[in-house]
């Protein structure tokens, strides 16, 4: 495997990056023969595959995986598509190693020997790195530093090559295959949250967020209609608050060349069991429920493209 261009099966599904220090690939992406709906579920933040090597890094892997991992919304979005024909991309590689939903600049420099290549200014670019949750995740609140020592440069570089690149290289492309089917395409960038923290007490705190970068990477009448789907089965939802989206809404979304994205957040208590871990009885609701969501957004963009990409709704 060249850590590149993803080799496809013979049967829509193909293969790509590689996972250094593990035997296997970064990503697997399914687009479904004659693109039934205009719509790739992708789900960049549900790898499980930690190279030996990796874990004995970490100072507590367990923990560090439970808490980066959007855990098991993979099988959500396995199912999802399987039941509309919708495209789907999975991540292998695991946050931990590296987070799609960053920038490649966006590092914090001084985990990383030999620092940057290049001066740092900080800026926009790297605040979530500042943060302990850049590129390379490098703090979480309950545990400190993930890691035990400095990551080496060549090592980040080749992850950034072999994962970072392939990964968004093959959903560039997919998006452009749907859109040029369609005229017009929508990437679900499906996620998990922790429960939110009500900002008062005995606040009901939303179960699902709809992200969309404040307007910026889809058409608002798709959030819209987004919102209003989850409100009509009675499920708490918010928008743009606490999650608008990141580095893939930013780099994929294009509602002027008919290319939109939504973020969607899945509260983990709604489909996991007590301890987060494991899915629970309740996943088969919300797979039925993003389920219906697909298909209703689907119908909405292939409209769209019918009407040549035009905005659904007056800026």
Request: hydrophobic share 40%; charged share 25%; net charge positive.
């Amino acid at each position: 495997m060249d850590g590149q261009q993803p080799a496809d099966n013979g049967q829509g599904v193909a293969f790509g990056g590689a996972i250094p220090g593990a035997d296997g690939p970064a990503f697997e992406l399914h687009l479904p023969r004659g693109a039934p709906i205009p719509v790739l579920v992708a789900a960049p933040h549900a790898g499980r595959v930690y190279p030996p090597a990796l874990r004995e890094r970490m100072r507590d892997a367990d923990y560090s995986a439970l808490r980066l991992e959007d855990r098991h919304v993979d099988r959500l979005a396995r199912e999802i598509a399987a039941a509309t024909g919708a495209g789907l991309l999975v991540a292998h590689a695991p946050r931990a190693m590296l987070d799609l939903n960053r920038a490649c600049d966006d590092v914090d420099w001084s985990m990383v020997r030999g620092g940057s290549p290049r001066p740092v200014r900080h800026s926009l670019l790297n605040r979530r790195s500042r943060s302990g949750l850049g590129l390379v995740p490098r703090r979480l609140s309950g545990l400190g530093e993930i890691w035990k020592a400095p990551l080496e440069r060549g090592e980040l570089e080749a992850r950034i090559e072999r994962i970072h690149r392939p990964y968004h290289a093959a959903l560039g492309d997919a998006l452009d295959r749907l859109r040029d089917r369609w005229g017009a395409a929508l990437l679900l960038d499906l996620h998990s949250m922790p429960p939110l923290r009500p900002r008062v007490p005995g606040e009901r705190t939303a179960e699902f967020v709809v992200g969309d970068r404040f307007g910026a990477s889809c058409d608002p009448a798709l959030a819209a209609q987004a919102l209003g789907w989850l409100a009509g089965h009675e499920r708490r939802a918010a928008h743009n608050r606490p999650y608008a989206g990141g580095y893939i809404l930013d780099r994929h979304g294009a509602p002027a060349r008919g290319i939109h994205a939504i973020q969607l957040e899945i509260c983990r208590t709604t489909y996991l069991d007590a301890a987060l871990r494991e899915p629970s009885a309740r996943a088969g609701a919300i797979v039925r429920l993003v389920t219906g969501l697909v298909r209703e957004l689907g119908q909405a963009v292939a409209g769209l493209g019918r009407a040549g990409a035009q905005p659904l709704a007056a800026e």
